[in-house]
């Protein structure tokens, strides 16, 4: 079955400090990948997506590439601020069904 | 627009008790989700309504776990005699289309359901 693993947090960063969260997965054919975001008190939202096999997603400055040959799809962004301090899920899908990773929460001080 | 919007956002009640969960989608979103969030299992997928019909039931946890959606649109997620290792938030998602990877869900703000 599908399944995605990504990096244990939390992890605390210093503003303009640099941000990779890891995310591999495990699936069969060739899944949609995904990064969600859950900023404090509020629900999940897409942040970025990626269907096929070298597409890089970005939003908000926050890129992740879908790379087939190593099964990863790595979130970053090159200089954080408080404001994205938040729990971010990894997550694909074949279909229309999503499996998550555990999340990582991210938390950025001024 | 408006988005997904659920209720209660939060309910407690006792085990052995029954709660209903409400979901509603945004307008037009023909498809619709119900997730878990739990501190034990993260996000797990419950159920996937396409219209009206449920052709995946297959993360219910139990037959205490029961779903329905009416007029395509308003859902309803119904757990009987409810456990307390039923407390967790229930996440409704709703998307234009469904049956494809790309589709992309919008998620309400979820119920805490917390059983004691």
């Known amino acids: 079955g599908n399944s995605v693993t990504q990096m244990e947090g939390p992890v605390t960063l210093s503003e303009e400090a640099f941000l990779t969260i890891n995310c591999t997965y495990t699936?069969?054919?060739?899944?949609?990948l995904f990064w969600y975001v859950q900023y404090p008190g509020e629900g999940l939202q897409l942040l970025l997506k990626a269907t096929k096999a070298d597409d890089k997603g970005s939003n908000k400055g926050f890129e992740a590439t879908y790379r087939k040959e190593t099964t990863s799809f790595h979130l970053e962004k090159g200089s954080v601020q408080v404001s994205d301090s938040a729990v971010y899920f990894c997550?694909?899908?074949?279909?229309?069904?999503?499996?998550f990773g555990a999340g990582t929460t991210v938390t950025v001080r001024a | 627009g408006a988005g997904v919007s659920q209720s209660p956002s939060n309910k407690v009640t006792e085990k052995g008790k029954d709660v209903e969960l409400r979901c509603d989608p945004i307008s037009g979103h023909t498809a619709l989700y119900w997730y878990r969030q739990s501190l034990g299992q993260g996000l797990e997928f419950l159920i996937y309504f396409q219209g009206n019909s449920a052709p995946d039931k297959s993360g219910l946890p139990s037959d205490r776990f029961s779903a329905e959606r009416t007029g395509g649109s308003v859902s309803t997620l119904t757990i009987q005699r409810t456990q307390q290792e039923d407390s967790a938030v229930y996440l409704c998602a709703s998307s234009l289309a469904g049956g494809f990877s790309y589709n992309e869900q919008f998620f309400g703000p979820g119920t805490r359901l917390t059983v004691l």
């Open positions: 699936a069969t054919g060739y899944p949609s």
């Open positions: 997550a694909l899908s074949n279909d229309y069904k999503l499996s």
